[in-house]
C-alpha cells in the first residue's frame, strides 16, 4: 500500500543530544514537509521541499535541519540548539500542480525531552 | 494575529445531534480552504478541500460549505466514530503558496 512512513513512533531525546526524525513516502510524490504540532496549538510549517537537493525554511526552522538526497525519503535532525523540542512531530507529502493540492500526512513522532 | 481560527475549541454532542463547526479566515487571494480529521496520536487525514465561495461537498455525515469568510463543516445526526479532532487550513496564491496554514482545531466528542 502506498503510504508515508515515520519513525520512530517515540523518540526521547537527552539534553545537547542531537536526533533524526525518519521519513519515507512510496507515493512518488515531489513536495515533502515537516509540521510541528503542540497542545492546543495548530501545525507549524518547519521544512518543506519540493525536489531532490533542495529545500526551504518555513516558519519555525530554528534548531532544526533537513536533507532530500532522495526523493522517497525527507529526515529531520534535531538539534541540541532547539531548546523546546517537545512536541508531535508530523510529515507530510504531495503531488505538485494545481489540481492535486492535498497533504497527504504519516503517523507522527512523539518527541520528548528525558 | 491568526490567519486562521476555528470555533468553537471544543464541543460535546449527543448522538445524532447535528451541529457545525466554524473556521474563519482573514486572508486574500485565498487558493484552497482543507478540513482534516485527525485521531488523537495520528496524523491527520484528508476529509475535504474548497476552493471558491458557495462550493460545498458531503461525504457521509460531513457536509463543507464555502464562503468569502469562512467555511463551515456540517455534521448530520454523528456517530461516536465522528470524535476527532477537526483541522481547517488554507493556502494561498503566490509566495507561499506552498504553505497550508492550519487553525488549532475543534475537539468533537459525541455521546453515546
Known amino acids: 500500500d502506498g503510504g508515508i512512513t515515520q519513525s520512530p513512533k517515540y523518540l526521547f531525546r537527552k539534553e545537547g543530544q542531537n536526533v533524526t526524525l525518519s521519513c519515507e513516502q512510496n507515493?512518488?510524490?515531489?513536495?515533502m514537509y515537516w509540521y510541528r504540532q503542540d497542545p492546543g496549538q495548530g501545525l507549524r510549517l518547519i521544512y518543506y521541499s519540493q525536489i531532490v537537493n533542495d529545500f526551504q525554511k518555513g516558519d519555525i526552522a530554528e534548531g532544526y535541519s533537513v536533507s532530500r538526497e532522495k526523493k522517497e525519503s525527507f529526515p529531520l535532525t534535531v538539534t541540541s540548539a532547539q531548546k523546546n523540542p517537545t512536541a508531535f512531530y508530523l510529515c507530510a507529502s504531495s503531488p505538485l500542480g494545481l489540481t492535486n493540492e492535498k497533504l497527504f500526512f504519516g503517523s507522527g513522532t512523539q518527541l520528548s525531552v528525558l | 494575529e491568526d490567519q486562521v481560527t476555528q470555533s468553537p475549541e471544543a464541543l460535546r454532542l449527543q448522538e445524532g445531534e447535528s451541529s457545525s463547526l466554524n473556521c474563519s479566515y482573514t486572508?486574500?487571494?485565498?487558493?484552497?480552504l482543507f478540513w482534516y480529521r485527525q485521531d488523537p496520536g495520528k496524523g491527520p487525514e484528508f476529509l475535504f478541500t474548497?476552493?471558491?465561495?458557495?462550493e460545498e461537498k458531503e461525504k457521509e455525515r460531513l457536509k463543507a460549505t464555502l464562503t468569502k469568510k469562512e467555511s463551515f463543516l456540517h455534521i448530520t445526526a454523528p456517530k461516536p466514530e465522528d470524535s476527532a479532532t477537526y483541522l481547517c487550513?488554507?493556502?494561498?496564491w503566490g509566495a507561499g503558496s506552498y504553505q497550508l496554514t492550519f487553525g488549532k482545531g475543534t475537539k468533537l466528542s459525541v455521546i453515546p
Open positions: 507515493l512518488n510524490h515531489d513536495a
Open positions: 486572508v486574500s487571494g485565498l487558493r484552497g
Open positions: 474548497l476552493y471558491s465561495a458557495g
Open positions: 487550513a488554507v493556502r494561498l
